[in-house]
């Protein structure tokens, strides 16, 4: 639990080359599927890189598609060329990453340069679960397929704020007092499994002076 976390955590500009960054931008939706194009920065444009992806059904990443070049804005394309992904007939074609992903799903990609020397990590939740109230939110991030561990993360309190932190998963309750960072930020995992009971809805609050935002995140087989 505590390896995952910190594996999530780290998977995105602590992971990469210093001084790049990698925007993960919505290109469309039908549906439930939504489109996703690249775009680096401070990476090579001479380059051929990999695309990696770790989605929560996978232990580790996986790779996604060889080949890779970038543009000179740095959108990732297909240059069709030998030693490169896509049809000599379609060159420079952008790459569209098509997902599906669940409320709380994360989607986290990567390229890594194909001789190692450069790599950029990027992650995003495309349909959030968060509750508001006021300045203050709390977002849930599954970090597994059925949610058998889910990531909290509260923002926007005053810093170093005492909160009260409240979870309750079919009628299992949990309470303790914590406290947030020197930016108002509070994080933990929670396992909102029952036992005996295959699927449910776990609400977690943090309760402040100020705010008290609310999440509830479905879990189990449905």
Same mark, same amino acid.
């Given at each position: 639990?505590?390896?995952?976390?910190?594996?999530?955590?780290?998977?995105? #500009?602590?992971?990469s080359t210093?001084?790049?960054?990698?925007?993960?931008?919505e !290109?469309?939706?039908s549906?439930?599927?939504?489109?996703?194009?690249?775009?680096?920065?401070?990476?090579?444009?001479?380059?051929?890189?990999?695309?990696?992806?770790w989605?929560?059904?996978q232990?580790?990443?996986?790779n996604?598609?060889? @080949?890779?070049?970038?543009?000179a804005?740095?959108?990732?394309i297909c240059? @069709?060329?030998?030693?490169?992904?896509?049809?000599?007939d379609k060159?420079?074609d952008p790459?569209?990453l098509?997902?599906?992903p669940?409320? @709380?799903? #994360?989607?986290?990609?990567?390229?890594?340069?194909q001789?190692g020397?450069?790599?950029?990590?990027?992650k995003l939740?495309?349909?959030?679960?968060?509750?508001?109230?006021?300045?203050c939110?709390?977002d849930a991030?599954?970090?597994t397929?059925g !949610?058998?561990?889910?990531?909290?993360?509260?923002?926007g309190?005053?810093?170093?704020?005492?909160?009260?932190?409240?979870s309750?998963s079919?009628?299992?309750r949990?309470?303790?007092?914590?406290?947030a960072d020197?930016?108002?930020?509070?994080?933990?995992?929670?396992?909102?499994y029952?036992?005996?009971?295959?699927?449910?809805?776990?609400?977690?609050t943090?309760?402040?002076?100020?705010?008290?935002?609310?999440v509830?995140v479905p879990w189990?087989?449905?």
């Open positions: 639990m505590v390896k995952l976390v910190s594996l999530h955590n780290a998977w995105g #500009p602590k992971a210093p001084n790049t960054s990698l925007a993960v931008k !290109s469309g939706r549906g439930k599927s939504i489109g996703f194009r690249l775009y680096a920065q401070g990476l090579p444009k001479d380059a051929i890189y990999n695309l990696v992806g989605p929560v059904t232990k580790a990443p996986v996604v598609l060889e @080949g890779v070049t970038l543009d804005s740095g959108l990732a240059a @069709g060329k030998p030693g490169t992904c896509g049809r000599s060159p420079d790459i569209d098509v997902l599906q669940v409320p @709380g799903e #994360p989607v986290r990609i990567g390229l890594i340069s001789d020397a450069s790599k950029v990590f990027a939740v495309p349909v959030p679960l968060r509750g508001a109230d006021r300045s939110t709390v991030t599954l970090l397929p !949610s058998e561990l889910v990531l909290i993360e509260g923002s309190f005053a810093a170093n704020a005492e909160l009260t932190f409240d309750e079919e009628g299992e949990h309470g303790q007092k914590v406290k020197g930016d108002g930020r509070y994080q933990t995992a929670v396992l909102p029952k036992q005996g009971v295959q699927k449910g809805t776990l609400t977690v943090l309760k402040s002076a100020g705010c008290s935002p609310s509830r189990g087989k449905r």
